[in-house]
């Protein structure tokens, strides 16, 4: 039996860019994301692969972090990406904010489905069905 098999969080990666030390997680657990030590996470989420990448929000914005992983062409085009903001609301971990779902507004309800697993990391269903980017 192997571990890698039960574990679904993982350590991925750490860099310094403009002086500043940043960690990214991947599927992270409620103490990864304590860990990070910021009232504000950003995270990209890839739906086709049922991945989540979580940072300190204050250390890096989106497009620069998704370059810095090295993934391949725009986030804003494509479908299986989820790129948001998520906060401590009400003692629980909240999607907040979301640049790149705007978009997709007219089909929110489709998106929730999709995206439904990150509600293993943190809630986005308040995000998606009731308020949007209010």
Do not use: Q
């Not at 996470?41 to 940072?55: D, E, H, L, P, T």
């Not at 809630?123 to 998606?128: A, K, L, M, N, P």
């Amino acid at each position: 039996m192997r571990l890698e098999k039960y574990i679904t969080e993982k350590y991925h990666t750490a860099f310094n860019i403009d002086g500043k030390y940043i960690e990214i997680f991947v599927n992270p657990t409620s103490k990864d994301i304590r860990d990070i030590k910021s009232d504000e996470i950003r995270f990209i989420a890839i739906s086709n692969i049922k991945k989540v990448y979580v940072w300190n929000a204050d250390k890096l914005i989106h497009l620069p972090m998704w370059e810095r992983l090295d993934f391949k062409g725009s986030p804003y085009g494509d479908r299986n990406v989820c790129m948001g903001v998520i906060g401590k609301k009400e003692s629980k971990w909240k999607m907040i904010y979301s640049d790149s779902e705007k978009r997709y507004w007219d089909k929110k309800e489709e998106r929730y489905k999709e995206f439904k697993w990150l509600e293993k990391y943190f809630d986005i269903s308040e995000w998606y069905l009731e308020m949007g980017n209010k």
